[in-house]
């Protein structure tokens, strides 16, 4: 979870961690209203204004635990805004700053339509209230003495779904948020969420269900290079989970099926996408929804698992794990038969496994479930990489040409190209987040950290190809479709 404030994750994590407790000692209904004094005592506040105000943010907090939105919500998102936090966020955006002259030119004051400027005894002022944000006055300004100071949160977002409401609190526009998620870590006032599943997965594994957690490829390397998938299967069967299962499988599945939807569309001159990447396929679906079409109809790999592991149990409950917040959005909204059941973070696991008392622990690798290709899925590029071999294993010798676009940028140029008619590749690989999935935005550090020992980890891996590891798992029968299901 990467932010440059490790006082609002220690918090986030603070709060799961003791919803999971209540949960896991069948107290959670009882004493949920009591956490937030638990939490915050007072009578004086440690972060925010008021301790009243630190309490109804541990209210909010804990109804985004429980998978529900924020009293107030404007919207069903998975992301969603906590008001009493935003409440904390300067809300004007213009703001002059000591480079003002007051100059008898009054530049500024003569742009404004609105009469929002003043000429004070030393220099200008805006008046919040009657300010619309039109600019005029920073670009007029000759000094360049008016800050545009765009919030942290609307800046990071790539599709301009944030918004100000009359009282200056963000909301989400729901006909726009592809579900990314860059805007939960950009907030500096830790204001910006998404609903949770902690307390519905401590409930199942309370309850003794066949709970089955599957580990996204970009795991590796993200925890140091000695903590490695047995050391998550280890601690996760700790917790009371009934097994852990690489996605990196589901890479392979994904990859081997995709690779012969792309020849057959090759063949027919269509044009494609993948479909593997959640805030992809969501910017496709709401900012391009003539490409539709061009969707790959293959499940991604989150799914393939899913549908692997219920094939095996029939009871399984499966629980995806990953640094993305869209895989949340892929379970909640996309409804694809066979999937999984739920989708949390590694910080929201991490509250779980603290909670129960376990410690992941250094382990060597007694399992391989994936080949090195399904294992790279995590990194731009990595899709596209391992189609092809899908092709080359299948025997299919088409040369087609592929745009990997690295982030919701490259996708946006790629899409619009597509949508122009000026597309000149066979197919697009999709990756909202800059460097794939290991750069999603609940990743644990930033990726040049783990970079290498990522790469150490992969490398240790043996070189089975895609077909051999589907079929010595037994995952070369399963229904690929994104329809095609039957439980």
């Known amino acids: 979870m990467v932010t440059n404030d490790g006082t609002i994750i220690q918090i986030k994590h603070d709060i799961l961690c003791e919803v999971a407790k209540l949960v896991f000692s069948g107290k959670f209904e009882e004493e949920k209203d009591e956490l937030p004094y638990r939490m915050m005592p007072g009578p004086k506040a440690k972060y925010r204004c008021c301790v009243y105000k630190e309490r109804e943010i541990v209210r909010q907090r804990i109804r985004l635990a429980e998978g529900k939105a924020p009293q107030g919500a404007h919207n069903e998102l998975v992301v969603q805004v906590v008001q009493a936090a935003c409440e904390d966020c300067p809300i004007s955006r213009y703001v002059v700053t000591d480079n003002c002259q007051k100059c008898m030119g009054k530049a500024c004051q003569q742009s404004c339509n609105f009469g929002a400027i003043d000429i ?33 949160c609307r800046r990071s977002c790539p599709v301009g779904a944030i918004s100000m409401d009359e009282n200056g609190i963000c909301y989400i526009d729901e006909k726009k948020c592809i579900q990314c998620g860059k805007c939960i870590h950009s907030c500096p006032f830790g204001a910006i969420s998404s609903k949770s599943c902690v307390v519905d997965v401590c409930q199942a594994i309370v309850n003794q269900k066949h709970v089955y957690a599957m580990i996204a490829p970009s795991a590796e390397g993200q925890f140091g290079e000695g903590i490695t998938f047995e050391s998550w299967r280890n601690a996760l069967k700790e917790v009371g989970f009934t097994d852990m299962i690489e996605v990196g499988l589901g890479g392979d599945m994904t990859a081997y099926a995709e690779a012969a939807e792309w020849a057959e569309a090759y063949s027919e001159g269509k044009k494609m996408t993948t479909s593997c990447c959640p ?3 969501n910017l496709i679906r709401l900012h391009y929804p003539d490409l539709a079409e061009h969707i790959s109809t293959t499940v ?31 379970v909640m909204d996309q409804d694809i038969p066979g999937s999984a059941d739920y989708a949390m973070t ?11 008392g376990v410690t992941i622990k250094e382990a060597e690798e007694t399992r391989q479930e994936a080949s090195t290709f399904g294992k790279w899925f995590g990194n731009s590029g990595g899709v596209t990489t391992a189609v092809l071999e899908g092709m080359k294993e299948q025997g299919i010798a088409n040369e087609v040409q592929v745009e990997r676009c690295n982030g919701t940028d490259a ?37 040049a950290k783990f970079k290498k020992s990522r790469e150490n980890q992969i490398a240790k891996a043996d070189q089975r190809n895609i077909q051999d590891n589907l079929i010595q798992l037994g995952a070369d029968q399963i229904p690929m479709h994104r329809d095609n299901w039957n439980a």
Request: glycine fraction near 10%; proline fraction near 6%.
């Open 300 to 330: 991604s790999p989150m799914c393939a698992v899913s549908r692997w592991i219920k094939s095996k149990d029939p009871e399984a409950i499966t629980v995806f794990i990953g640094p993305c917040i869209a895989k949340k959005s892929e």
């Open 279 to 281: 805030g992809f396929v």
């Open 120 to 152: 004070g005894r030393t220099r200008a002022h805006i008046d919040p209230q009657k300010c619309r944000e039109c600019g005029k006055c920073a670009a007029a300004c000759p000094y360049n003495a008016i800050a545009d100071l765009i919030r942290p």
């Open 411 to 447: 996708c946006k140029r790629a899409l619009l190209m597509l949508k122009m008619g000026r597309f000149s590749g066979d197919f697009i690989e999709g990756m909202a987040c800059d460097g794939g999935c290991v750069g999603g935005p609940s990743r644990h550090v930033d990726v």
């Open 346 to 356: 590694f910080g929201e696991i991490r509250a779980i496994i603290r909670a129960r």
